[in-house]
């Protein structure tokens, strides 16, 4: 049996077909490493760039694609996290990782292309994992969402992170480590969501002696404002300070309304005035009470949010 010759623009349309269907694994894993979406966008976008910039010969003398684009993406990736540190030091206040919504919720419901779309809501994006991930160093960061998260073998790892296959495996355990110290047991997500609904209710009512009961009393709450928008400056420890403030926030502005959210995959809060987001509230919760709460209002991180 015969079969007609493959055109060359045919094989060059499943090429590009198979180049752009890695898009959304490279989204995944920049913004699990960067924290950001749009800087997951960006470090897409230039990993593209660089595949496209390339002759027809060198990109058909590639084996493997996919394998090329994730090595490109985690380097730029990398580069971008020792960048990062430093940026982050003239920073006003606290830095919280952008929080993401389930696409069934953005934006009033609103689903399609966004990239949004494509990141998998899973426990590696939950708020708590992230922040975990930013006490680590840039290395530990790569070696292990590589390797523990999307499960490529040290031998890849090593392409990326400039070391040897060896040297990844530590800084992996060594990560490693790092979330399982911090890590505490997960309340069922039944639970997670009546006790988030429950500190709406008593927030709404500006309900101090609620808010606390609902607050472990060694509560942690970090508020990111980017100097763009009001936000205590240093973490607020302790059950009573947090209520208070909380309280005191909506006792003076008028008009809020408090929604239950998904935020990166676990219950959440969203306040909104006049239509448009003005912060996203992401919990961890352990034994019944919340332990931290993290409140992103940089307008700049709720472009998904923000309902227009």
């Known amino acids: 049996m015969s079969t007609e010759p493959q055109r060359a623009d045919d094989r060059s349309d499943a090429s590009l077909d198979a180049i752009m269907s890695e898009r959304r694994q490279l989204i995944?894993?920049?913004?699990?490493?960067?924290?950001?979406?749009?800087?997951?966008?960006?470090?897409?976008?230039?990993?593209?760039?660089?595949?496209?910039?390339?002759?027809?010969?060198?990109?058909?003398?590639?084996?493997?694609?996919?394998?090329?684009?994730?090595?490109?993406?985690?380097?730029?990736?990398?580069?971008?996290?020792?960048?990062?540190?430093?940026?982050?030091?003239?920073?006003?206040?606290?830095?919280?990782?952008?929080?993401?919504?389930?696409?069934r919720e953005w934006a009033g419901g609103r689903s399609g292309t966004d990239p949004a779309d494509r990141i998998t809501l899973d426990e590696s994006v939950s708020m708590a994992f992230l922040v975990v991930l930013e006490s680590m160093t840039p290395a530990e960061r790569v070696a292990f969402i590589l390797h523990d998260i999307f499960r490529y073998p040290f031998a890849d790892v090593a392409e990326v992170v400039g070391r040897s296959p060896a040297a990844c495996r530590q800084l992996a355990t060594s990560a490693r480590r790092r979330v399982d110290t911090s890590r505490a047991p997960v309340a069922p997500a039944t639970r997670q969501a009546g006790l988030v609904r429950d500190f709406k209710q008593a927030w709404e009512a500006q309900d101090i002696r609620t808010l606390v009961g609902l607050l472990d009393p060694d509560a942690t709450g970090i508020a990111d404002g980017g100097g763009l928008a009001a936000a205590a400056l240093r973490p607020i420890e302790g059950a009573g300070h947090i209520a208070r403030h909380l309280a005191d926030f909506v006792g003076r502005t008028p008009g809020l309304t408090i929604l239950e959210r998904t935020v990166n995959g676990r219950p959440g809060l969203v306040v909104e005035a006049n239509r448009t987001t003005a912060t996203v509230v992401a919990f961890d919760i352990a034994d019944s009470r919340i332990t931290r709460l993290w409140a992103v209002r940089n307008p700049d991180k709720l472009r998904l949010w923000t309902i227009g």
Do not use: F
């Open 28 to 103: 995944n894993l920049a913004y699990r490493l960067l924290g950001s979406l749009a800087d997951a966008e960006d470090v897409v976008q230039e990993t593209y760039a660089r595949w496209y910039a390339m002759s027809r010969v060198h990109q058909h003398a590639i084996a493997n694609p996919a394998a090329w684009l994730t090595k490109v993406a985690g380097r730029i990736c990398l580069d971008l996290l020792g960048s990062a540190r430093v940026r982050r030091e003239s920073y006003v206040g606290e830095w919280i990782p952008e929080p993401l919504p389930d696409r």
